[in-house]
């Protein structure tokens, strides 16, 4: 299973999904209308590491961040 979490102000608890690669997940994602709209904006680390490359293949224990664009001062 891996385990997508979602930071900052997306505000969902994580969730454990069954995927091979960020493609599969990302389409699970794209399902759910009030996650779908940060990921356009959101980076995508993978255990801690900043990824770009959605084919990237994931292992059971993985850790998914989605991490949604934040301002601060």
Do not use: H
């Not at 990302?26 to 940060?38: F, H, M, R, T, V």
């Not at 900043?50 to 301002?71: A, E, F, M, Q, T």
Request: overall charge negative.
């Amino acid at each position: 299973m891996i385990k997508v979490e979602f930071l900052g102000p997306i505000g969902k608890d994580p969730i454990y999904v069954e995927a091979s690669t960020l493609r599969e997940i990302a389409s699970k994602l794209n399902d759910d209308e009030s996650i779908a709209q940060w990921l356009s904006s959101s980076a995508v680390a993978v255990n801690d590491r900043l990824v770009k490359d959605l084919d990237i293949v994931l292992n059971d224990g993985d850790r998914v961040s989605i991490l949604p664009p934040v301002c601060g001062g």
